[in-house]
């Protein structure tokens, strides 16, 4: 196995960037890890820290295109994309992961110089998060005397299980977003969080998802919503007081290296939900 680099937009197609024949080849790749800019005040001998700050990295390196045509196009699927991901597979000894980080491009350059029938050009992308992954759980879910609980301790997927729990530790850099979203018929549905087997948080929302609606709910940084997806496919904000009461923390993230719980409950009973949880990390 090999590591792979490619784009991915918002509506899931993919660039690739391993593939000279067809897209092209992403040679010399930097700013893959991460640095801090630091600043220090001396006391005596010793310096102490009194700044520390996490920089935004870009992504280079050189793309390679056996023709014209294959630069276009990548020039086309970046400006016909409202967003951007860079996808970065890994093959570590225990299997290869992919992980992400949303970018956005900042330069490309077109000397239109060939070496040997390949044009090289430089290529340049702002980091606007720290490299993830999506851990992704789908649920039907139905009640049961003896409740099934899975630790998901590694990225997996699971369908079709009869459980309303799922155990993570999350082994990130910074605490982990979550999505959920939580198919009707639901009534008055409920989102626990326990970490260490203590209840951390608990999110109950006063509202009725009808058959063929779904609430969704998201905390990645920058991105927080609650929100009704009607039958037709249109959204509705449901960050409101008749539903979500402001004196309870809204914001439900998993805390770093502990032994976390999220628990779906209702009124009535849960049948279908996904939960996706995202491991950020400075470095991969």
């Known amino acids: 196995m090999v590591r792979e680099f490619k784009l991915v937009n918002e509506k899931g197609q993919e660039y690739s960037l391993m593939n000279i024949y067809d897209y092209c080849l992403l040679t010399d790749p930097s700013g893959l890890g991460y640095s801090y800019t630091t600043e220090y005040e001396q006391l005596g001998n010793t310096f102490i820290t009194n700044l520390r700050k996490f920089e935004q ?6 793309a390679n295109f056996l023709r014209y045509d294959n630069y276009k196009n990548l020039v086309d699927f970046i ?59 789908i649920h039907t879910i139905q009640p049961q005397t003896n409740e099934i609980r899975w630790n998901f301790k590694w990225d997996s997927k699971f369908i079709d299980y009869s459980t309303r729990s799922l155990q993570y530790i999350n082994n990130g850099h910074v605490v982990s977003p979550i999505q959920v979203e939580i198919n009707g018929h639901v009534v008055n549905p409920k ?25 969704l709910y998201g905390t990645i940084e920058g991105e927080f919503y609650l929100k009704r997806q009607k039958t037709d496919g249109t959204l509705e904000d449901l960050f409101n ?14 805390p770093k290296n502990k032994s976390c719980e999220l628990k779906l409950t209702a009124d009535n009973e849960i049948l279908n939900a996904k939960v996706t949880i995202f491991a950020y990390y400075k470095a991969v």
């Open 191 to 215: 989102i626990e969080l326990y970490v260490e087997g203590e209840l951390y948080q608990e999110l109950p929302f006063t509202v009725e998802i009808e058959e063929y609606e779904k609430l």
């Open 57 to 62: 990295g870009q992504i280079s390196g050189t």
């Open 241 to 254: 007081l008749d539903v979500l009461n402001p004196t309870i923390n809204e914001v439900i993230r998993l």
């Open 79 to 137: 400006e016909a994309s409202e967003s951007l991901r860079f996808s970065y597979k890994i093959p570590f000894e225990d299997g290869q992961k992919e992980y992400f980080k949303n970018v956005q491009i900042k330069s490309i350059t077109k000397t239109q110089e060939q070496t040997n029938g390949i044009i090289s050009e430089t290529v340049v992308f702002d980091c606007l998060t720290l490299w993830y992954e999506e851990n992704t759980f």
